[in-house]
């Protein structure tokens, strides 16, 4: 047996799930592949509705302070055992979205006050 020999081949690229985007895909909107993962979702549900424009939402609620899809994908994960289990016919994306809304008119609402 001889000694294996190094080829010139060049490593392949490994994608970042942050480099997939679903814009790409004609109707599909541009969502963090990591946030569909998160959430099981797939493509064909981004087109039921308001999904879609919930799922846009939570993953800018998400991305906002976090450095990291790390970062952002734990920050989700607390949110939701803090939240606890949604009601029965709730999906897990529409109990954590009325919450991203929730604090966002809270926020807005502080914002106005301080102006005041």
Known sequence: MG????TNEEPTRVF????????NISGVPTINWDIL????????ELSKGSTEENLKEIEDWVFKDA????????????????????NSGE?????????????????????RQRAL
Do not use: Y
């Not at 966002?104 to 609402?109: F, V």
């Open 37 to 44: 993962k998160f959430f099981d979702t797939d493509i064909k």
């Open 16 to 23: 970042d799930s942050s480099e997939v985007s679903l814009g």
């Open 91 to 111: 999906s897990r994306i529409t109990k954590i979205h009325r919450w991203v809304k929730m604090e966002k008119h809270i926020n807005d609402l502080k914002l």
């Open 67 to 86: 450095e990291t899809l790390g970062d952002g994908l734990m920050k989700l994960r607390n949110l939701e055992i803090q939240l606890g289990s949604p």
């Open 3 to 6: 000694i294996a020999k190094s």
